[in-house]
């Protein structure tokens, strides 16, 4: 086991802007560190720098205490799992996850223990003589991570490796991936865009965005604390409410965002941003809280609705305990706990 260090990563292609500007971020020795952001914000090249798959414009990349910044990826120690599984259609499964251990001349009767070691643990060991295209896009991820869990390395990566399975297969293997993570102890990095996947998998997350780190925490710090208004708006599903607000005449403790009145901790002299999560709008009869608003969209999920509203001209979510009897174009009052409220200034950084 080791941990994995990123000192000042830089990672710029031929043109554009950089896919990575000064990255500094540390997996702990054993830790599962999710890396969270939108599509292009750099983290699947964060994953192919520290693979060796990417060579980074500047910075360093330790594993433990070994600078492997210039190393081939075959003497990093780390092992990297795809979105698309990379299995070689002609092989076998005990082939396919045999296969890095062939390559390095393994002795075959250690080869052997190793990969019905590695399919008994992801419950593979009735499809060992089946190819890939006999299995089911859950059984090939689990043939891809065999592959990986074989070679015993120092670093697993793992890049979005459940984007293309359905739900129900997502939610088992996240289980199993967990179960892995505890049953090997290994440090793990994975890449993802689902805030779910994050928040329910990672001991920490690290969040990025335009190649950059925004914010690094344990799921609670970052849902509940979150370090500026992208993160606000992006963790979570839905996202925080992130409104544009400002103070009420001379009231700077009042914030006027619409058709809302909001009382706040602390003078406000300018423009802010107003930040509420969907969970803390509660919706009352029309008169009653900070203010009125009307129904837009009302959207049934099961044991919890969304309820799109228009406060003003100002665009409100709420989440509300089961099928609620209202529709569309119906008048409401939305109140708001004070002590639920986060402010963001213009530029989107934490105030307070």
Excluded: W
Excluded at 227 to 244: E, H, I, R
Excluded at 273 to 298: F, K, Q, T
Excluded at 302 to 307: A, F, K, M, R, Y
């Amino acid at each position: 086991m080791a941990s994995v260090t990123l000192k000042n990563l830089t990672k710029q292609f031929n043109s554009g802007n950089p896919a990575l500007r000064e990255l500094s971020l540390e997996a702990r020795d054993g830790e599962f560190l999710v890396l969270l952001g939108p599509t292009g914000c750099g983290k699947t090249t964060t994953l192919r720098c520290i693979a060796g798959l990417e060579e980074p414009t500047d910075g360093q990349i330790l594993i433990g205490d070994r600078d492997v910044t210039q190393l081939s990826p075959g003497d990093r120690d780390v092992a990297m799992v795809f979105q698309n599984y990379s299995l070689y259609p002609h092989l076998t499964v005990r082939d396919n996850i045999g296969f890095p251990l062939a390559l390095r001349r393994v002795p075959r009767g250690d080869r052997a223990r190793r990969v019905e070691a590695a399919a008994e643990r992801l419950g593979l060991t009735d499809l060992l003589d089946r190819r890939p295209g006999e299995l089911s896009g859950g059984e090939r991820q689990r043939v891809a991570l065999g592959r990986a869990i074989v070679r015993e390395p120092k670093v697993f990566l793992f890049d979005e490796p459940l984007s293309n399975l359905d739900a129900q297969l997502r939610l088992g293997l996240r289980a199993e991936l967990l179960q892995l993570h505890r049953d090997l102890g290994t440090t793990m990095l994975y890449v993802t865009h689902d805030q779910i996947e994050a928040l329910t998998m990672g001991e920490r997350i690290a969040v990025l965005h335009g190649g950059r780190l925004r914010q690094v925490g344990t799921p609670g710090e970052v849902y509940a604390s979150p370090a500026d208004a992208f993160v606000a708006g992006f963790v979570g599903s839905p996202g925080m409410n992130v409104l544009s607000a400002a103070p009420e005449a001379d009231r700077k403790r009042v914030l006027a965002c619409g058709s809302l009145r909001l009382k706040v901790p602390m003078n406000i002299s300018g423009s802010v941003l107003l930040g509420v999560r969907p969970e803390h709008v509660e919706i009352e009869l029309p008169g009653v809280g900070v203010g009125d608003a009307e129904v837009r969209v009302v959207e049934p999920l099961g044991s919890d609705t969304l309820v799109h509203l228009d406060a003003g001209g100002v665009a409100l979510v709420a989440k509300v305990q089961g099928i609620p009897l209202m529709r569309a174009g119906d008048k409401v009052g939305v109140r708001i706990d004070p002590m639920q409220l986060h402010l963001f200034d213009a530029s989107g950084a934490r105030l307070g």
